[in-house]
């Protein structure tokens, strides 16, 4: 939260749709003189946190306008309230219970919503992380107007999904999270005998929610962090901006990027059970 409060770019809670299908996101506009691209950020399986809505803030200090569905929006017992009210174990299990044409549909609209922004270009990719990163896969095999792919340690989609796919993908995986990165070369060897535009990278020694552990797995974390994170940055650039890879910078912007939470490993699930409690900033040099 310290790191959202210091953020000196604007960033507001908006409500998305009407009715049933209304739902709240976390907006953050970068400070740039012209129009930016759109990225839609999926959060983890603990739902919208504050170390989700801090990465928003760091990819929108890299130029793009952020949106952040909350997908837990009422969901909670209120039936109001949403991750927030939920809290990080309630979330799990609400996320297992969602209709994946709900996310769909909650993805195209916070798309829609963004792009529509005085302040934004018509290009949009997404990212997500641990479930969000294999959602955000998944939502590439539905909408053909998505123009990039990120997925951080996230499971790849059903085979037979695969030729739908148009836009580039950015796969990210730690090598010692075997539950996700044996999904890997399946959805890579797919992909190329289909001829998409498929990119992947397995750091080695690093755990799951490596972006977020960074303390983790005796350092391994910290460098996939450090490879990753300007990875996927330059990725997004490259596809929604038109700028060659080879011309961005490998650094990290200058507010720091992440949050990391102290933590044990995670198991069979995807993220750490406190991170609302022990998350802080991390500035990575």
């Avoid at 803030?57 to 949403?82: H, N, T």
């Avoid at 929610?209 to 300007?230: E, I, V, Y």
């Avoid at 650094?251 to 993220?271: F, P």
Wanted: with cysteine.
């Amino acid at each position: 939260m310290k790191a959202l409060m210091a953020s000196p770019r604007h960033g507001e809670w908006v409500s998305v749709g009407s009715g049933p299908g209304r739902f709240d996101a976390w907006v953050v506009y970068p400070e740039r003189p012209d129009k930016a691209p759109v990225v839609v950020l999926i959060h983890e399986i603990f739902g919208l946190t504050d170390w989700a809505r801090a990465v928003a803030d760091a990819y929108a200090a890299e130029g793009f306008l952020v949106i952040a569905p909350d997908f837990l929006s009422g969901k909670a017992p209120d039936g109001k309230g949403g991750s927030a009210a939920l809290g990080p174990d309630a979330s799990r299990g609400a996320i297992a219970k969602l209709d994946p044409a709900e996310i769909t549909a909650k993805l195209d609209a916070a798309a829609r919503w963004a792009t529509s922004q005085p302040s934004a270009t018509s290009a949009y990719g997404v990212v997500g992380f641990c479930w969000g990163g294999g959602i955000s896969y998944g939502w590439a095999t539905t909408q053909p107007g998505l123009k990039a792919s990120v997925g951080f340690y996230g499971t790849a989609p059903a085979k037979q999904a695969l030729g739908s796919i148009q836009a580039p993908v950015l796969a990210l995986y730690g090598g010692a999270d075997a539950r996700v990165t044996s999904t890997m070369a399946p959805f890579r060897d797919e992909m190329s005998r289909l001829g998409k535009q498929y990119e992947s990278e397995v750091y080695e020694g690093a755990g799951h929610a490596f972006l977020r552990q960074q303390d983790g797995m005796n350092g391994a974390n910290l460098k996939a962090a450090q490879q990753g994170w300007p990875r996927s940055v330059a990725f997004l650039k490259s596809a929604l901006e038109a700028k060659k890879l080879s011309a961005l910078s490998t650094s990290t912007s200058g507010d720091g990027l992440l949050v990391t939470a102290v933590s044990d490993e995670c198991d069979d699930c995807c993220c750490d059970d406190t991170i609302g409690a022990s998350s802080s900033v991390a500035r990575i040099p």
